[in-house]
């Protein structure tokens, strides 16, 4: 949905951020800015979910005597299964 939005916006930031999107209008800089925090808050979750994942394998496993660095491994493998779902 669309709608037309008059705001009172800083035209240094403006410029700076058509300047580093490489974008030629005012709207699809701030456009592709705002997709931008969106995609960014897309990969935080990801990495939050990715996280408290490896914690729960870590305390499933309990204490390792052996190689400390199992659940690591395990935890890439899950990672790297749930990328290749979701790409």
């Known amino acids: 949905m669309l709608r037309f939005k008059h705001l009172r916006l800083d035209q240094e930031k403006i410029e700076r951020v058509k300047r580093i ?10 456009d592709k800015a705002l997709e ?4 960014e808050d897309q990969e935080r979750l990801q990495r939050r979910k990715v996280v408290k994942r490896m914690i729960e394998l870590r305390k499933s496993l309990g204490k390792i005597k052996e190689d400390s660095a199992k659940w690591v491994r395990q935890a ?9 779902r979701s790409a």
């Not at 999107?21 to 701030?30: H, Q, S, Y």
């Not at 931008?36 to 995609?39: A, D, F, L, R, T």
């Open 36 to 39: 931008k925090v969106i995609q």
């Open 76 to 84: 890439r493998k899950e990672r790297d299964l749930f990328n290749d």
């Open 21 to 30: 999107l490489n974008t030629k209008t005012e709207t699809e800089a701030l």
